[in-house]
């Protein structure tokens, strides 16, 4: 089961009407959440989806959320609109915490991020980069075994 924010919904002109996949029926503040009580909300979802298919719309509170349930729903969704779910939402708190700088990580896809991705792997992921961070994997390791080693109880002799 993927699901996704559906962001396009801020996206579209007021003029613009979207066609937006069936889902069930909501109420005002909570959106659907009340269909995914219970213990295992991911089985509240496979029923939903018997009834509404493979691609659902849901609201979470006022987070508009597209359900897509199915291996070829999946795959069709990611193909054609790959750009579209390659991003992250931009948030009020990531713009502050970050203080709307751009990282790697919260930089929405597109020209800067594709920027920042080349360089990430030309410096940071070279293979002479990552030869000069072996040997601190290794010392890890090393002290794992040590310290497993040190910790454990001597053999114990069953006759």
């Known amino acids: 089961m993927y699901l996704t924010k559906y962001d396009m919904v801020s996206r579209s002109s007021c003029n613009e009407k979207l066609q937006l996949p069936l889902g069930p029926w909501r109420l005002p503040v909570i959106g659907s959440i009340h269909h995914l009580l219970g213990a295992l909300p991911h089985h509240s979802l496979r029923r939903l989806s018997s009834c ?24 069709e969704v990611m193909k054609t609109h790959d750009a579209v779910f390659a991003t992250r939402p931009q948030t009020a708190i990531i713009q502050i915490l970050t203080k ?5 990580f919260l930089t929405p896809y597109g020209g800067c991020w594709r920027q920042l991705r080349k360089i990430c792997v030309s410096e940071l992921l070279s293979t002479r980069r990552v030869q000069s961070f072996r040997p601190i994997p290794e010392e890890e390791v090393a002290r794992l075994v040590h310290a497993i080693s040190s910790s454990s109880s001597p053999l114990v002799n069953n006759q």
């Open 52 to 75: 509404y298919g493979p691609l659902m719309f849901l609201k979470l509170g006022e987070i508009p959320v597209i359900v897509v349930s199915s291996r070829d729903a999946t795959k």
């Open 100 to 104: 709307h700088s751009h990282d790697i």
